[in-house]
């Protein structure tokens, strides 16, 4: 049975919630409904209060204890340290229990105060006041005190308490403005309704008296989905219904913006609030470093378990006989003789697991959790990935990937807004063949020298005429943009030509740009008032439409629609979108010419869209408000029965015209994807944008070069051809030039080679993702993979937000598993930024959900470089150290003890002292190699920006390879040998001290622990490239340290240690000469082979980086000639060529005059600002 299901059913029981509906239905004011009104049923909703807090002041202890025992090497220390109690052990349970402990303690403090700082918050946010209408009369009462149905005013500047729906306001028209910055971080005020038959509302007697229910879908965390209705009693009527969507609902956390005060009343509270929906966390991500080390300690559990049965058997062979089973000295009580076999040979097990158990890094976790916390705030400190601009810096939403951005291998980047600066400019408009061209607006400042309109082509007939003018009404009309008027200005409006009086504010930048193009041309759009839009034209007259109806843009549709009706009582349906979603539905139009116009704008890089309208009689725009209204009031599938209605509105237009934008691409997006293909990775580009834009801008950016042949991949080939024949033709294409694609140490892809660029369209994905029509379990996505593998760039367009993360999925499960990073500045985006290994996101103008859905967010596509090639190439070389260094000095640590055994009659005896043994890797080791791990730059950062080639040395997990790993573990084997046996050998039959004395085993021990101290510290400053005062300080203090420590542990009697075995220990070995030559000569011996291996390396198999750490390094790097602008322009003609595979239809002499004058400028001007 599914068990979500019953935890969902057991939840809804204990919640009161037995009778659960997928609706809720609210009495607003808490009125009930007049007698004979359908009944509804009774629901619980909870309080108004926030609670993001984890853990309750009686639940903290228990909740996370189990929690960081739920990690397997806190429960397998736990496991040690119960074996040490309950048995007789070698070592005292302080050797486990300690350390434990302090890892515990440490998580737990910093969890709790974490924890305590969100219980602030909640207190400081539920108990903040509210004022609410009670019987008439303002009440005010705190936050946490709300319920649903309660009739809440917000004033100017405060955020709403809760979900509510907006009632009224003190604007006339029933509207408020609204900014969701702390939601989705998007600035731009939003315009919101109220109820048509609430808005008149304005006082509190007024709206206390209002008798209405609300009917809505339960809770969900789609911010900017909400279906509803509301049911308005009048005394003696029917109720009037109206439908509530997204553009009635005002969210809890927004905050109210030029306006005085709104009515609304509350439909959602405390933990059911849309903001608190998405408080719950994104899936964990794993970097393939974790992996890598839960490897490697499967591997170190076997060779303690396999150590420990070594020790076990070997103990019972050396004990088979009699006189050492039972010395003299300590003979076994009656009981102890008969005593299981089997029990006496699974507790001496045990004990063998306790001994040697030291050889798992318990403080590995713990040292690997601090570089990554403190070394994520080396990317936000860093002043070179800081905006000025909008005054951004990069953020961090999870250290838990830092390392993984040195290991990426497929970079999947959206286009517009991401590569581009989603900065939009009016470039030109075609009305039925004719082209215009204003003059430039950039940034929303007109050029002072500028005015008037300039037409390339001849004066349009009389008939053209009033297309042309209907064509720029229709832009004044056909948007959602708000306006924001400036207050310096004098009079009711200017003319266009005297500058603007007014600011334009949109969530889309194309909308703005769109407008304010169309200013230049005449029409200057003013406000919308009272349901009534008002436009100003060339004659300085203003026209006034009523809006009757918006149908909204959607990405599945990709288009817009308003109606409005003209003072003279003229219907018109305006619509504008895609190119692909306008033709199929024009009937009428020069769809030829436009068409024509739309590809030669596509090719050259610009954003196009299509303009049509539809005259509607009474009797049709009647039926049309039918249909919506039946749409709109259904509160199941809402959505479906709208695109279907809108569907049937949105047919037998008449085409008016097209628009052409232009997005600027962003600063050095360009060298930054060059350095990036150096480094190795592949650079696929996934937009919505259609093919010919999009291609143009990856021309633009060096995404395809010169010498890239681009195969096709789209829908209108595989019209002409079959899917199963286009797959195979371009891989045989492929596969034969398979060694075209060469790659040397330094320049990353040859240039003088073949090597291709695939382009698919989302169409031609859908049917590659669907399995064969043979019926086979097989498909075409293996095929479909093998022919990308061979490309040097992707480009996928027509993309669906869902596409998207269906290719990066594609990727990463494929059979190399490759580390896979998104970057993607939209909502659009969010999909394919959870779904990679690594996502990040622009701050951008599109909003925020793609930064607040990342793991890391940056200000430009730019800083991206710096971001993968220093600090990802930083993070990993420092934490795979950290990694093998511990597991190297724990075989150092436990190998000589295992030794040991073999001297000891396997009797358990330890090697060290319960200090040593409880501190080598607290105090003694730890500190050097933190330090080492946020510090330590093995090559300059400038010699990592410059040279892009040196991330290929740290790729798929270079420096954790099984190779690498035992190198490492045997280095640890043979320095604990010397450790050992150079002791032994040094002190075997010989007199150490003045009086005679030889050395017993607690000294043997220290000299063993004092060599192994001095070996891994010194091993690690001969790793260390990056030398500090703090370096210098941690390493060397850490070796003084330990002296000063054993000298004090050694040199007073403790009174709380009930055995005094290291008195005068540390200071008598120190007494002896033949001690410190063993220091010496045995530190020297263990550091030889490492330091004779990385010289031998480096003069005979030098790797990139080692070359570029030699003195005499000078930049290898190849001249990047083939990238010239020039070169580009070249690239981008062949393109254009290749599209234009037949010539445009001839749209008259005036025509011909068009193109001449733009052939010219387009490639150095339009393409040049691209570049």
Request: net charge neutral; glycine share 6%.
């Amino acid at each position: 049975m599914d068990c979500s299901l019953v935890r969902t059913l057991v939840h809804r029981y204990c919640a009161g919630e037995e009778n659960w509906v997928d609706s809720r239905t609210i009495y607003v004011g808490h009125r009930e409904p007049p007698p004979g009104t359908e009944a509804y049923i009774p629901q619980r909703y909870p309080d108004n209060r926030i609670v993001s807090s984890k853990y309750t002041f009686w639940n903290f202890i228990p909740k996370n204890l189990f929690e960081q025992f739920r990690r397997v090497a806190n429960f397998y220390f736990l496991i040690i340290f119960l074996v040490q109690l309950i048995i007789d052990t070698p070592t005292s349970p302080v050797t486990s229990g300690l350390p434990l402990f302090f890892v515990i303690t440490v998580t737990a403090i910093k969890q709790g105060y974490e924890d305590w700082l969100r219980h602030k918050a909640d207190n400081a946010m539920n108990q903040c006041p509210v004022h609410f209408i009670q019987h008439g009369k303002l009440v005010r009462k705190q936050s946490r005190k709300l319920r649903v149905g309660d009739i809440v005013m917000v004033k100017e500047d405060e955020t709403f308490p809760c979900d509510l729906i907006f009632l009224s306001s003190n604007r006339g028209d029933g509207t408020c403005h609204v900014t969701t910055a702390s939601l989705d971080g998007e600035s731009s005020h939003k315009t919101h309704y109220a109820v048509q038959d609430t808005k008149g509302f304005h006082t509190e007697e007024d709206i206390g008296g209002l008798h209405a229910t609300i009917e809505c879908e339960q809770p969900q965390p789609d911010l900017y989905k909400f279906v509803g209705r509301i049911n308005v009693y009048s005394d003696l009527n029917d109720p009037v219904v109206r439908p509530l969507g997204s553009e009635n609902l005002l969210l809890r956390g927004a905050t109210l913006k030029n306006t005085e005060k709104i009515f609304g009343v509350a439909i959602y509270t405390g933990m059911e609030t849309k903001m608190a929906l998405n408080y719950q966390s994104k899936s964990q991500k794993r970097s393939a470093v974790e992996k890598s080390m839960n490897a490697f300690l499967v591997v170190y559990l076997c060779i303690l378990i396999s150590k420990a049965l070594i020790n076990t058997a070997l103990k019972y062979v050396w004990q088979s006989e009699p006189f050492r089973d039972e010395p003299w000295y300590n003979q076994k009580t009656e009981s102890e003789r008969q005593r299981n076999l089997f029990l006496k040979a699974f507790t001496d097990f045990l004990a063998f697991m306790v001994l040697f158990n030291y050889i798992i890094p318990v403080s590995m976790y713990v040292t690997v959790e601090m570089q990554k916390f403190l070394g994520s705030y080396f990317i936000t400190w860093d002043e070179d990935m800081f905006d000025e601009e909008t005054g951004e810096g990069p953020l961090v939403n999870t250290s838990d990937l830092n390392e993984e951005l040195g290991q990426v291998e497929y970079i999947f980047t959206d286009k517009t807004g991401t590569l581009t600066e989603n900065n939009m400019e009016f470039k030109e408009c075609c009305i039925e063949g004719h082209v215009y061209v204003p003059h430039v607006i950039c940034n929303g400042q007109v050029l002072p020298e500028s005015s008037g309109i300039d037409m390339i082509d001849s004066s349009p007939s009389v008939n053209g005429r009033e297309r042309e003018e209907l064509f720029f009404r229709a832009l004044c009309l056909c948007h959602t943009v708000q306006v924001k008027h400036d207050d310096s200005v004098d009079g009711p409006r200017k003319s266009p030509d005297g500058g603007k009086s007014c600011v334009y504010i949109s969530s889309s930048p194309d909308e703005v740009a769109l407008v304010e193009g169309v200013q230049r041309l005449g029409f200057t759009y003013l406000r919308l008032k009272d349901n009534y839009m008002e436009i100003l034209n060339r004659e300085n007259h203003i026209e006034r439409f009523e809006l009757l109806e918006i149908l909204s843009f959607d990405s599945v549709r990709r288009r817009m629609s308003v109606i409005v009706k003209s003072a003279t009582g003229e219907i018109y349906l305006f619509c504008k979108g895609a190119d692909s979603s306008i033709f199929p539905r024009v009937i009428e139009g020069k769809v030829d010419q436009i068409r024509a116009r739309v590809e030669r704008n596509a090719v050259e890089g610009l954003r196009t869209l299509c303009v049509a309208y539809k005259r509607l009689i009474q009797e049709e725009y009647e039926g049309i408000c039918k249909l919506l209204q039946a749409a709109k009031v259904a509160l199941q599938d809402r959505e479906k029965k709208l695109a279907e209605a809108y569907e049937q509105i949105e047919k037998d237009l008449t085409l008016l015209g097209a628009t052409a934008v232009e997005d600027r691409l962003q600063e050095k997006a360009a060298d930054t994807i060059e350095a990036l293909q150096k480094a190795g990775i592949k650079v696929w580009v996934l937009t919505g944008d259609k093919m010919e834009t999009a291609a143009a801008t990856c021309y633009a950016c060096k995404l395809f070069r010169r010498n890239t042949q681009l195969l096709e991949l789209t829908t209108k080939r595989i019209e002409e051809q079959s899917l199963h024949d286009v797959l195979f033709e371009l891989s045989k294409t492929v596969l034969r030039h398979s060694g075209s694609l060469t790659r040397d140490n330094f320049s990353g892809l040859s240039t003088d080679m073949q090597d291709y660029g695939l382009i698919i369209d989302g169409a031609a994905l859908s049917l590659i993702m669907k399995p064969r029509e043979d019926g086979s379990s097989g498909n075409y996505r293996e095929l479909f993979l093998e022919i990308c593998r061979s490309c040097s760039a992707v480009l996928c367009c027509r993309m669906a937000p869902l596409q998207k993360a269906q290719i990066v999925k594609l990727i990463k499960l494929s059979k190399e598993h490759p580390i896979t990073l998104a970057i993607g500045d939209g909502a659009n985006d969010v999909s394919m930024i959870l779904e990679a290994h690594v996502g990040i996101g622009v701050i951008g103008k599109e909003g925020r959900q793609a930064a607040r859905n990342s793991d890391y967010a940056i200000p430009k596509f730019k800083h991206l470089k710096k971001m993968l090639l220093v600090h990802g190439h930083f993070y990993y070389i420092r934490i795979s150290e950290l990694v093998q260094y511990f597991f190297y000095k724990n075989v150092c640590f436990i190998f000589p003890q295992f030794l040991y055994q073999f001297f000891c009659g396997f009797s358990q005896q330890t090697l060290y002292d319960t200090a040593y043994l409880t501190l080598y890797n607290i105090s003694f080791t730890s500190l050097p190699i933190l330090l080492y791990s946020l510090m330590e730059q093995h090559v300059g950062i400038d010699v990592l920006k410059r040279d892009p080639t040196l991330y290929r040395d740290v790729a798929k997990n270079a420096l954790l390879r099984w190779r690498v790993f035992i190198y490492w573990t045997l280095l640890g084997l043979f320095d604990a040998l010397v450790f050992f046996f150079g002791a032994y050998f040094v002190f075997e039959n010989t007199t150490v001290t003045s009086n005679g004395q030889i050395f017993g085993n607690w000294t043997f021990g220290t000299l063993v622990f004092t060599v192994m101290v001095f070996t891994v510290t010194l091993k690690l400053a001969l790793d260390t490239h990056y030398w500090t005062w703090i370096n210098h300080f941690v390493i060397w203090g850490s070796l003084l340290f330990y002296v000063v420590f054993s000298l004090l542990w050694g040199g007073v009697i403790w009174p709380f240690l009930n055995y005094q075995r290291m008195y005068y220990v540390f200071i008598q070995m120190l007494s002896s000469g033949p001690a410190w030559l063993a220091i010496v000569l045995l530190v020297t011996v263990s550091l030889l082979p490492d330091v004779l291996k990385k010289v031998l390396c480096r003069q005979l198999w030098p790797t990139a980086t080692e070359r570029v750490q030699s003195p005499g390094y000078q930049s290898t790097c190849p001249s990047a000639a083939w990238y010239s602008s020039r070169s580009q322009q070249v690239t981008l003609a062949a393109w254009k060529e290749k599209v234009s595979t037949e010539p445009p239809p001839t749209l008259g002499g005036s025509h011909h005059r068009c193109s001449s004058k733009l052939s010219h400028s387009c490639p150095g001007s339009r393409v040049g600002m691209l570049v």
